[in-house]
């Protein structure tokens, strides 16, 4: 398993961005495809956005669609996600998890520690 490091939250304004970074490293440990989770106060935990092998992203949830960006960078074994027209509802916990696809689904088998994302009104 890969150790997975997310960094870049906090307190933003509705609105604002933010930029979250993923740090996956371990011995000769690549990157396959590449999740964000998050998990709003008091509710379950989503999917936000998925990237694959070739950097093709293929998944976003209908609520951020067009407002986030999910990248990564093979050379550095990072993953992004560019958060934008942040709203309150993007209030969450967010996970970054480095996996790989099982036909059309992503199974995520390491997972950070989690980084708060809180958007205020």
């Known amino acids: 398993q890969a150790r997975v490091v997310e960094s870049g939250g906090g307190l933003v304004q509705a609105g604002e961005s933010l930029d979250l970074t993923c740090d996956v490293s371990?011995?000769?440990?690549?990157?396959?495809?590449a999740g964000w989770y998050r998990q709003p106060p008091g509710r379950q935990r989503e999917l936000v956005a998925t990237?694959?092998?070739?950097?093709?992203?293929?998944y976003y949830s209908y609520s951020v669609k067009g407002r986030f960006t999910i990248s990564r960078d093979d050379a550095k074994n990072m993953v992004y996600l560019q958060m934008k027209s942040l709203k309150p509802e993007d209030t969450a916990v967010y996970y970054c998890?480095?996996?790989?696809?099982?036909?059309?689904?992503?199974?995520?088998?390491?997972w950070g520690q989690g980084t708060q994302v809180t958007v205020s009104s």
């Open positions: 990237i694959n092998r070739v950097g093709r992203t293929n």
């Open positions: 371990g011995i000769g440990f690549t990157i396959d495809a």
């Open positions: 998890t480095a996996g790989s696809f099982i036909g059309a689904e992503y199974d995520p088998n390491s």
